[in-house]
């Protein structure tokens, strides 16, 4: 950098012991560096002013603030500074003031020896510490090459500056000269000042140097780019306008124009709601500025599909007549008296109350009972579309909420699709299977449904692909379950729950005979005249052939017994069959299913218990033995925990017991007792078992036999006390599929028989009961 001979005067003009400072903000001054300053301080001009009288020399000091303050501490500023002369100076108003500096030196505040009205302070003087050789050379090449760059991508930094660079001869100088041109902070560039040892010093800037064109470097590859898609959007453009003009003077029409004008005519006739119509506005402003080719073009028309397709504001009218509801579900189904009637309810209210909100309605029982087809025929009731979707192995959430638009090939979920498919926003809309719902990394459907299945929250349910509310509470959802355990307990808690039973064998036979029989024949070709069923063989296929709560395998054998008379017909062989009991082997083999509860049952130790299991209720057999042994208990049958419980606290009760049952007191130290539960391959649990448990125990060591049409449910204390059980209303119809005619429950239960249906509870007699002591004296033969 080269002096002008007043400038070398000043450079070695000794620097006086104490100096006038001056405060700078966001700048750090360098020795032989020139700086343009604009000071606005009244104490600040002050201090110039009398500088300029003098010796023209000042002290500078860097802010540790970024930002101008009217008072500066001694704390505020830093105690590192450079001296500096004051080269030019002129006023532009009484209290402003243009500098041009020139540092000087590096100094150090020792002390502060008055702090108005601006700061003086001792100083003592700083030199760099270097010696010159081949590092410090190749740190300098390699330091003026990096900066040269710099240069080169700074449009603010002239190019005559990289040759004043390359001049430099004083790597210290260079040193300062960088740093104080390129683009860093205020703490950064006081760190180079303050470091006095000259190869640490290049090294620092350099490292800033390296930082700041790496930053150049990316900037300068994003304008590149930015510019390029510029420059290719206006061309297209440009040709876009070309075109457009061309077409024009052919007397050609845009197809995208046309379509666009389809579209805002839907959305004006399409009286959307308010959010609805925005968002379809919006969209279709995009659509206008958009190329056909346009990959975005066709995510955007299919947005507006949706939009313009969903039936916002369209739905059906409700049937209000009662007596025609009621006998269309009569005519579809034979029996589901309380699930009938709470839609009969709903229309009750609905013809009084126009704004009542659609119920959520749970279908819950054992397979093949209905409950899919009921939601048909609830349908056909209302008069309204229906709609039903498998939720049974569904794992993602966005099989509800569908997906956002910003995945390819992204689609709405099922309610909206759904919906989209029924044209009305009140259809009745089944959710099958909910008990099924499974979850995983893609999230967790069942907390999706609480959105949907709830009449508080689903009038302004949210998609994730349309992103704007649609009112589902017009919607009637009906769920179907087996079980209600696996339902989450908030999910379950948001639907009303209508459970739905097995048949009896008197319901079967009737369902059998109107609407089985005729669909089965319908579908083998068969007509009324080809085949017929008596009463008797009707009964025979249900409790010789099936065992079940539900109706499907009674169809299943039905339609096997109908291809068998089809076959025959078909041969010439025979022109019409009356099925009944002694043909009806030919068509279905032996019977399947055979009584012999009596004879399991008549040998101590042996009790029948009611069972509920997912398929409805079922007998269970609860077998006990004794053999010599050291009094151990040995349980089988793949108990659960809840059930050996139950059988450890039968045998302690028997124990504590034994002298009024007439039992002897050593017999148990030496006699193992063995209590099994048939069929081994399937789990069992629960407490319903316990009374029946205890039974079989007592029955095994006292050698009585129980009755043979005798069955029992209920959990035992310790005390002997029966407590009450669920699934009453199953273990009920099993028992009376099983032709039991006496049955022993907890007295707690006798409520629960107000579902049991009265021909049933007429066949049946209910002991009802509080302690063993009375089961053992019902139950066994004395």
Request: glycine fraction near 6%.
């Amino acid at each position: 950098m080269s002096q002008s001979p007043q400038d070398e005067a000043f450079a070695n003009e000794q620097i006086p012991e104490i100096l006038p400072i001056l405060p700078l903000f966001d700048v750090v001054m360098f020795p032989k560096m020139v700086l343009p300053l604009i000071v606005l301080q009244k104490e600040s001009i002050q201090l110039i002013d009398e500088a300029m009288s003098k010796n023209r020399i000042i002290g500078t000091v860097a802010s540790k603030f970024t930002d101008p303050k009217t008072e500066y501490t001694s704390n505020d500023l830093y105690t590192v500074g450079s001296s500096a002369v004051i080269l030019k100076m002129a006023k532009v108003e009484e209290d402003k003031a243009q500098l041009l500096l020139q540092g000087l030196k590096r100094f150090k505040i020792t002390d502060y020896t008055s702090d108005k009205p601006y700061f003086q302070a001792r100083v003592s003087a700083l030199d760099s510490l270097f010696t010159k050789d081949k590092e410090t050379e190749a740190l300098m090449a390699n330091l003026v090459n990096q900066y040269q760059r710099i240069v080169e991508l700074s449009p603010g930094l002239p190019p005559e500056i990289v040759s004043m660079a390359k001049s430099l001869e004083e790597p210290d100088i260079l040193a300062d000269m960088i740093t104080s041109t390129i683009n860093s902070t205020t703490p950064e560039k006081q760190g180079i000042l303050e470091t006095l040892d000259v190869k640490e010093r290049l090294n620092k800037v350099t490292k800033m140097v390296n930082y700041q064109l790496e930053i150049l470097e990316m900037g300068n590859k994003i304008q590149t780019q930015v510019k390029g898609d510029m420059d290719k959007q206006q061309r297209d453009y440009y040709l876009r306008q070309q075109l457009k003009a061309i077409r024009e003077e052919l007397g050609e029409t845009d197809d995208s124009n046309v379509e666009i004008e389809e579209y805002r005519t839907k959305i004006a006739e399409k009286n959307l709601p308010e959010m609805v119509q925005k968002e379809a506005e919006r969209e279709l402003g995009r659509l206008a500025r958009m190329h056909p080719s346009s990959a975005e073009y066709t995510v955007v028309l299919t947005y507006l599909d949706w939009l313009t397709e969903l039936p916002w504001n369209e739905g059906s009218e409700d049937n209000l007549d009662l007596t025609k509801a009621e006998k269309i579900l009569d005519a579809d189904h034979y029996g589901l008296d309380k699930a009938k009637k709470r839609i009969l309810e709903y229309l009750a209210v609905r013809k009084l109350n126009p704004d009542i909100k659609g119920p959520i309605l749970c279908l819950a029982g054992p397979p093949g009972t209905g409950k899919t087809s009921l939601g048909h025929s609830v349908a056909n009731a209302l008069g309204r579309k229906f709609i039903r979707i498998a939720l049974g192995g569904i794992r993602d959430e966005a099989e509800i909420r569908g997906h956002r638009r910003t995945y390819v090939g992204a689609l709405p979920g099922r309610i909206i699709q759904g919906i989209r498919r029924a044209g009305s926003n009140n259809p009745v809309f089944m959710l099958d299977e909910i008990d099924k719902v499974g979850s995983d990394f893609r999230g967790d459907p069942s907390s999706a449904l609480l959105e949907v299945l709830d009449p508080e929250q689903n009038f302004s349910f949210e998609d994730h692909y349309l992103d704007v509310p649609f009112d589902l509470s017009q919607v009637m959802f009906i769920t179907t379950a087996n079980i209600l355990d696996t339902i989450p307990p908030a999910l379950r808690d948001r639907m009303e729950v209508l459970r739905l039973a097995g048949y009896t064998l008197e319901e079967k036979s009737k369902i059998a005979s109107r609407y089985l029989i005729p669909r089965q024949r319908e579908a083998n070709g068969l007509k009324s005249e080809h085949i017929t069923f008596t009463k008797g063989a009707i009964n025979q296929i249900i409790s010789g052939y099936t065992r079940e709560a539900g109706l499907r395998n009674l169809e299943r054998e039905i339609g096997n017994v109908c291809r068998g008379v089809a076959a025959s017909i078909a041969k010439g062989e025979k022109e019409s069959v009356n099925i009944n009991t002694k043909n009806l082997s030919k068509y279905l083999g032996p019977v399947k299913i055979t009584n012999e509860l009596k004879k399991r049952v008549a040998t101590p130790g042996v009790i029948m218990g009611l069972a509920w299991t997912e398929a409805g209720g079922d007998i269970l057999f609860i077998e006990a033995t004794t053999m010599r042994g050291s009094g151990r208990l040995t349980l089988t049958g793949q108990l659960g925990d809840v059930m050996k419980e139950s059988a450890t606290a039968a045998l302690s009760y028997i124990r504590s017991n034994a002298v009024s049952l007439g039992i002897e007191d050593d017999y148990f130290q030496n006699h193992d007792i063995h209590i099994h539960v048939p069929a081994g391959a399937i789990p069992k649990d629960g407490p319903s078992a316990g009374v029946t448990m205890l039974t079989a125990i007592a029955s095994v060591l006292t050698g009585a036999t129980t009755h043979k049409d005798l069955a029992m449910t209920g959990e035992i204390t310790l005390r002997g006390q029966v407590m009450p059980v669920g699934g009453i209303k199953e273990k009920v119809l099993a028992a009376h599929r099983s032709g039991i005619k006496t049955i022993i429950m907890p007295a707690l239960c006798e409520k629960d028989l107000i579902d049991v249906p009265k021909k049933v509870k007429n066949a049946i007699k209910f002991h009802f009961v509080n302690n063993m002591k009375d089961v053992l004296k019902i139950a066994l033969n004395k």
